[in-house]
């Protein structure tokens, strides 16, 4: 068989995929489609090296690689196995060739065979394909366009995430100034950590041997401690002129070994809200086992997506689906710590307070972490490889390069006006807490001066918040059952708005999610106002049973319509959408009262467990690097996915546990160093105060 007839066969069974095949017996219709494909209007270098290596009549050994490269249909196509990648690592390693993806749309409506539920008659096919390295993506759309043509079969590239052929021509991390740049920084962050623990231990072993003695007296008489021995003066290092200057004081912001210490410091203030630190790890938890899930749908690279989509309605995966609710307990407690701790300094400081040290503490506390992370998102297109990872990587780094600065601004939930444009997706989350941050000194103000007006006002903006949420929705007509509680990025609206979905138009946006922060606000004025609460414990147990009803209803409402793939009505759409995420507040505000006023019994042993505490003091730093571990985990992959529940199990214990890893050294390195600095330069009047004043008392949450 001549060679040539062997790459054109191979490309004709590709290119035909489930329309056309190409007869193998038929030689001269083989040579004829050979002719119409030496003739496609592409760039004169990119046909020359087609026609010298694809397409030659002597084929040569790396033309065969890279046909063996090329993605082929296999089994399981009427369950959804259209992803066909190919060997991206095969085709990379020759030299002259390089990979591209190409997202299809194949048309197989003249097909007479019967598909089955949840396949349309245009199938979304995913192609690794691999040419020589002077056809560039315009090159391979033109000439597969052409060459489909010239077969008649109807097909087109998808305009989906990926807007055109995407070719992957790894760039060197070198020349990339922002790469060389996060690197310099990770080695000066390194370089501080490992100084700052040196002055320290020097600081301490001078201290240790410096003998507590009175330098005044000539004779050295020995101070009386009640030991005949020598004791060393143990607190010197608060004298120490080692301390007195700035950069020694700087050096020590970075020590590590005292970040760590803090770090893993089980002690809770008596009056702290113990069950918060369980409330946050828990929550946290599900916003990972929401993304690990999430980001898998967003690759497009699942052989089983209509088998999995089974999974999807069964009843258990519906705490999955709603794993988007975590994200409104944050909301919740952010509230209350904010209620709590103005209150209390107001009342102490006679209704005063430092405002512009309020908002300082806020913005320097969340900003260096979440540049730091803009950072490592605009790097990480160099710290991998694979078929999908170009795609999505070069995306994210063209994001972040065009609205960086309205993510450090907290603007990004408003611009850019699409959800999947922002840089580093999950801090639409910091910009709403941000934005309710702002204005919660109105309600706290007041609360404090006039009680029954400030929580007047906080009902009337949930009625506000309210009535906005419905009728964004029942004007773009969204189906909140479909966009699977969120999740999934959000349900395309039936209203015809531009293509405006749900995620963009309500999931993301202030005005429809700060209920629950003003829940948590009132929660925030009960707890402050009254140290002990009695009630019988029946009427306690009632407010469990009432609590569990509402979340059971919140995370398994939806689940009829999901099971059986039908719709909501307008009203239980509004309503719901509206509702949902408020009634989850309420019942989690049951959980911390309850827990707090002494009703919470093992639950709040549990929630209260002291190994709680340093994993929630990794909670704002795990947010943000979550994200990008998962990322790495799943587009960094050469083969398809194919997933079962068992699959997803051990996917999520081994990226939870990545991210608190991962987080460790993040917090270490910018989040507590730089929360250490504000103490620099931050008013000696603001610095006194209860030295075992605990966390959970602070302005802040995640």
């Known amino acids: 068989m001549p060679p040539c007839y062997t790459c054109c066969s191979i490309i004709g069974l590709l290119l035909a995929l489930l329309g056309v095949l190409v007869k193998s017996q038929q030689y001269d219709h083989l040579s004829r489609w050979y002719d119409d494909v030496n003739h496609v209007n592409v760039s004169q270098q990119c046909q020359q090296d087609l026609n010298e290596t694809l397409l030659s009549p002597n084929i040569s050994k790396d033309a065969l690689y890279a046909l063996d490269a090329f ?11 259209l992803v066909w990648l190919g060997s991206y690592q095969e085709c990379q390693d020759l030299e002259q060739f390089h990979y591209c993806l190409l997202d299809l749309s194949i048309n197989v409506s003249d097909i007479p065979i019967p598909l089955p539920p949840g396949m349309k008659k245009s199938l979304p096919v995913r192609w690794g394909t691999c040419f020589p390295r002077s056809c560039n993506e315009d090159d391979v759309f033109t000439g597969i366009t052409q060459v489909a043509d010239k077969l008649h079969i109807k097909f087109n590239i998808t305009p989906g995430v990926v807007q055109h052929v995407q070719c992957s021509d790894p760039t060197n991390m070198w020349s990339d100034g922002v790469f060389v740049f996060t690197v310099i920084l990770c080695c000066i962050l390194g370089s501080l950590m490992l100084s700052g623990y040196a002055l320290d231990v020097f600081i301490r072993e001078s201290s240790e041997n410096i003998p507590l003695t009175n330098p005044s007296h000539n004779n050295d008489r020995q101070v009386s401690t009640g030991s005949t021995e020598e004791t060393p003066l143990l607190k010197i290092e608060k004298d120490s002129k080692y301390l007195k200057s700035l950069p020694s004081q700087f050096l020590l912001c970075f020590a590590f070994n005292r970040n760590l210490s803090k770090l ?55 705490a999955v689906l709603n794993a988007p609710f975590s994200v409104d307990t944050f909301f919740l407690l ?80 408003f611009y850019p006006t699409r959800f999947d444009e922002q840089c580093v997706g999950v801090t639409w989350y910091l910009s709403n807490d941000m934005q309710f941050f702002i204005i919660s000194p109105i309600f706290i103000i007041l609360l404090y001066k006039f009680k029954k007006l400030g929580i007047a006002s906080m009902i009337l903006t949930c009625l506000v918040s309210f009535s906005i949420t419905i009728g964004l929705i029942v004007r773009n007509d969204f189906d ?92 239980g759409n509004a309503l719901y959408g509206a509702l949902a995420r408020c009634t989850w507040g309420i019942a989690v505000s049951w959980v911390i009262f309850a827990c707090y006023f002494g009703y919470g019994g093992p639950i709040n042993q549990f929630l209260s ?82 030295p075992k004043k605990d966390d959970d008392t602070k302005q802040d949450n995640v």
């Open 71 to 81: 993605g082929k249909p296999g089994s399981g196509i009427l369950v959804g196995d």
């Open 609 to 690: 467990w002291k190994g709680w505490v340093p994993l929630s003091r990794l909670t704002y730093t795990a947010y943000l690097i979550h994200l990008p571990i998962v990322y790495q985990f799943y587009q960094a992959h050469d083969v398809p996915w194919h997933l079962d529940l068992i699959d997803y199990c051990y996917y999520f214990v081994a990226i939870a546990g990545l991210t608190y890893s991962v987080a460790v050294l993040f917090s270490l390195a910018v989040e507590y160093p730089f929360a250490n600095m504000e103490k620099l330069f931050l008013p000696g009047s603001l610095q006194r105060g209860d």
């Open 264 to 318: 893993l410091d089980t002690k809770q203030n008596e009056r702290s809200i113990l069950c918060l630190n369980g409330i946050r790890v828990i929550s946290m938890s599900w916003v990972i086992l929401g993304h690990v899930f999430a980001v898998i749908l967003s690759t497009q690279s699942i052989d089983n997506v209509l088998t999995f989509t089974t999974i999807i309605k069964r009843f258990g995966f519906q």
């Open 480 to 571: 909140i059952a479909s966009s699977a509680g969120g999740i999934a990025g959000g349900a395309t609206g039936r209203g015809n708005l531009g293509g405006s979905n749900f995620t963009t138009t309500v999931y993301q946006k202030p005005y429809c999610r700060i209920s629950v922060y003003l829940v948590g606000m009132g929660l925030g004025l009960l707890l402050h106002q009254h140290r002990k609460i009695r009630m019988p414990k029946a009427l306690a147990v009632l407010g469990w049973l009432f609590a569990t009803m509402l979340a059971m209803l919140v995370v398994y409402g939806l689940y009829p319509a999901i099971s059986e793939g039908t719709s909501l009505s307008k009203t």
């Open 334 to 413: 952010s509230g209350l710590l904010v209620t709590m701790g103005c209150l209390k300094r107001l009342e102490k400081n006679n209704g005063r307070l430092p405002w512009f040290w309020f908002y300082f503490h806020r913005y320097w506390r969340l900003t260096p972490c979440l540049c730091f992370i803009i950072l490592i998102t605009m790097s990480q297109q160099h710290l991998g490889e694979g078929p999908v990872w170009f795609p999505m990587m070069k995306n994210m780094v063209s994001h972040c390069q065009k609205y960086w600065w309205t993510t450090i601004l907290y603007i990004n939930n």
